[in-house]
T-cell receptor
């Protein structure tokens, strides 16, 4: 059974701080990695995805991937109260299959 | 560009009844997914279609759940008979293709089984 693990939280950070969210996965065949944000009562929305080792930046968000250690992380700079949500990590293999979500980490940004 | 459409948005049924959910993916998206999300958990993939063929249904409880995508566009997910533990949000998502980047989700259908 392929697994994706995340700390369920809640992770609380003050407004303006950097929030760091981590995710580990069990399947070494995973090739694509996604971060979704889900507000309470809403459906997941894509933040960003990463395929290659290293960092990928998009605005206030940076995804970091380390395939050797099988972890992917998401950094949110200058956190805002509107960033308070559950963040879902998802992984997929190279054939577009075996799409597995983690349980999500609940982030609370305190004003 | 219109997003993924789902209906109904909410459904309340009694156990042992049947229910059906409908999904219309983003235009041009060949891959369609149905997920079950229980409160406090991440989405769990039930079935994945590529056009009108099933790619993965390994986690679909086939004794009570069925899904189809007859013309490679719209899809229907059915539960018959429903159990209490089926209470969840059922999410439909679509992507361009099997390796076509990320999935985009519809608003979901919240099912309550009494």
């Amino acid at each position: 059974q392929k697994e994706v693990e995340q700390n369920s939280g809640p992770l609380s950070v003050p407004e303006g701080a950097i929030a760091s969210l981590n995710c580990t996965y069990s399947d070494r065949g995973s090739q694509s990695f996604f971060w979704y944000r889900q507000y309470s009562g809403k459906s997941p929305e894509l933040i960003m995805f990463i395929y290659s080792n290293g960092d990928k930046e998009d605005g206030r968000f940076t995804a970091q991937l380390n395939k050797a250690s099988q972890y992917v992380s998401l950094l949110i700079r200058d956190s805002q109260p509107s960033d308070s949500a559950t963040y879902l990590c998802a992984v997929r293999d190279n054939y577009g299959q075996n799409f597995v979500f983690g349980p999500g980490t609940r982030l609370s940004v305190l004003p | 560009e219109a997003g993924v459409a789902q209906s109904p948005r909410y459904k309340i049924i009694e156990k042992r009844q049947s229910v059906a959910f409908w999904c219309n993916p983003i235009s041009g998206h060949a891959t369609l997914y149905w997920y079950q999300q229980i409160l406090g958990q991440g989405p769990k993939l039930l079935i994945q279609f590529q056009n009108n063929g099933v790619v993965d249904d390994s986690q679909l409880p086939k004794d009570r759940f069925s899904a189809e995508r007859l013309k490679g566009v719209d899809s229907t997910l059915k539960i018959q008979p429903a159990k209490l533990e089926d209470s969840a949000v059922y999410l439909c998502a679509s992507s361009l293709g099997l390796a076509g980047g990320a999935q985009f989700f519809g608003p979901g259908t919240r099912l309550t089984v009494l």
